[in-house]
């Protein structure tokens, strides 16, 4: 099946620093792909949807300066917390559909600690 | 906008017990329905999809679903669980032809020897 990865998988960060992660669809051409975040014993929240080479559409509330989101190649999106803050930290999860496709396929998971 | 609705958020059983689990959804045009399993410690994986078709949707490990229009409802069974079963489940719902998916909360399930 195919298979979605993300890097890092975790990572710990001094408050106002930026953090970059990586999502990449391994065995496929990901035409879109999301970005959620999980809140312990919640739900998924979808913060935005990227299309590759054109600019991600962000839901409602979520920031567009502060989670900067670049999806330069049919397998590569990442999601850059600029100026983090403990209130950023969360499990954030990437997704990644194929044209023709409606199923996703999620990563991992980056978990994010902001000191 | 849709909404998915999962009523239990915590469910407790012993193995072999039978497992159902409820997920309903609020829009009227098409949907495409799917059930998702999150494993300790592990990324989502889908257990099961229902686009069209039989209504009874089999997924895999045993899982299974029932689409019921007239109930907005796509809940997810299993006549008998095992301890590897302990996980949380999502329902997850594509409405009006949208690629983007409405999460339910999830479900937490412990299964207990």
């Known amino acids: 099946g195919a298979v979605v990865s993300q890097h890092p998988s975790w990572v710990i960060c001094k408050s106002g620093t930026s953090v970059k992660i990586e999502c990449r669809s391994l065995?496929?051409?990901?035409?879109?792909m999301f970005w959620y975040r999980q809140f312990p014993k919640q739900s998924l929240m979808l913060m935005a949807t990227?299309?590759?080479?054109?600019?991600?559409?962000?839901e409602q509330g979520v920031e567009k300066d502060k989670f900067l989101i670049n999806h330069a190649s049919l397998t590569l999106s990442t999601l850059t917390v600029t100026s983090a803050h403990p209130e950023d930290s969360s499990f954030y999860i990437c997704?990644?559909?194929?044209?023709?496709?409606?199923?996703?396929?999620f990563g991992p998971g980056t978990r994010l600690l902001v000191l | 906008a849709q909404s998915v609705s999962q009523h239990n958020h915590h469910v407790i059983l012993s193995e072999a017990a039978s497992l159902e689990l409820g997920c309903n959804y609020s829009?009227?045009?098409?949907?495409?329905l799917f059930w998702y399993v999150q494993y300790p410690g592990q990324h989502l994986q889908l257990l099961l999809k229902?686009?069209?078709?039989?209504?009874l949707v089999k997924g895999i490990k045993g899982f299974e679903a029932e689409f019921i229009k007239s109930k907005f409802s796509f809940n997810l069974r299993k006549p008998s669980v095992q301890w590897s079963d302990t996980a949380e489940y999502f329902c997850?719902?594509?409405?009006?032809?949208?690629?983007?998916?409405?999460f339910g909360r999830g479900t937490s399930l412990i299964v207990h020897p």
């Open positions: 997704s990644a559909l194929t044209s023709g496709s409606e199923t996703q396929y």
């Open positions: 065995d496929f051409q990901a035409t879109t």
């Open positions: 990227s299309n590759e080479g054109s600019k991600a559409t962000y």
């Open positions: 229902y686009f069209s078709g039989d209504p």
């Open positions: 997850a719902v594509n409405a009006g032809g949208s690629y983007i998916p409405t």
């Open positions: 829009y009227g045009g098409t949907v495409n």
